[in-house]
């Protein structure tokens, strides 16, 4: 776990949940494959510094595809074709922003700004959607988000779909803003998701707040 997580989150690790949790994950990866691969688990927090986290977009479950899932929630490896969920965020983008559509998937470079995208369940069998969570992941991921929603500086929350805005209720919103709307999935994002421009009210958000925007132009 990246080093300025580890001792805010310590007391969550030394809790019995979170050992019976790794033992069910460690004997999932020895019977079958698990994704992400185990040195990813953590790639949300290893790629975003406590300190640094000026926005926080949560997803649910990771990718169960092959070679999908990277512990970024909605990215992908490069090489891998972006689903259709991320497709429909880059529309998104393209409209509100007027940014490019990348050849890829691969969301690091919003990762290493400060933009924490955080998975509620950190694993998944492959194939098998759903299938670590009640796990306990979610305890754990409930703790990340109020470490966060701790921080002095404004923290831009983003919550797409049903599930994600049940976690509303852990943000202190005379502090914070939450950008919420339908999720980007091809199943929900004509009922809200398309037209809501989160990225510029992100920016708009962090800018009030003095706070530095999000470059959210991806690479090639």
Not at 58 to 80: I, K, W
Not at 108 to 131: F, K, M, P
Request: charged share 20%; aromatic share 10%.
């Amino acid at each position: 776990m990246e080093t300025s997580w580890r001792p805010i989150l310590l007391q969550e690790t030394d809790k019995p949940y979170f050992k019976t949790l790794r033992q069910f994950v460690a004997e999932e990866r020895k019977q079958g494959v698990v994704y992400p691969p185990k040195e990813q688990e953590f790639a949300a927090l290893h790629l975003t510094p406590y300190e640094k986290v000026s926005v926080l977009i949560l997803g649910q479950d990771p990718y169960h595809g092959p070679n999908q899932a990277q512990g970024l929630c909605f990215s992908v490896r490069r090489g891998v074709p972006p689903p259709p969920s991320l497709q429909n965020i880059y529309k998104e983008l393209r409209d509100d922003l007027g940014c490019a559509i990348p050849p890829h998937g691969d969301l690091t470079h919003w990762a290493e700004q400060g933009v924490l995208l955080l998975n509620a369940v950190l694993t998944v069998r492959a194939g098998q959607a759903a299938s670590h969570g009640g796990k306990g992941w979610e305890t754990f991921t409930d703790a990340v988000i109020q470490a966060v929603n701790a921080k002095p500086d404004r923290v831009v929350f983003v919550l797409w779909g049903a599930y994600a805005r049940k976690k509303a209720p852990l943000i202190d919103t005379t502090r914070h803003v939450i950008i919420q709307s339908a999720h980007p999935s091809p199943l929900s994002a004509n009922n809200g998701f398309f037209g809501s421009r989160p990225f510029s009210k992100i920016n708009a958000a962090l800018r009030e707040a003095g706070r530095p925007e999000i470059d959210w132009q991806l690479p090639e």
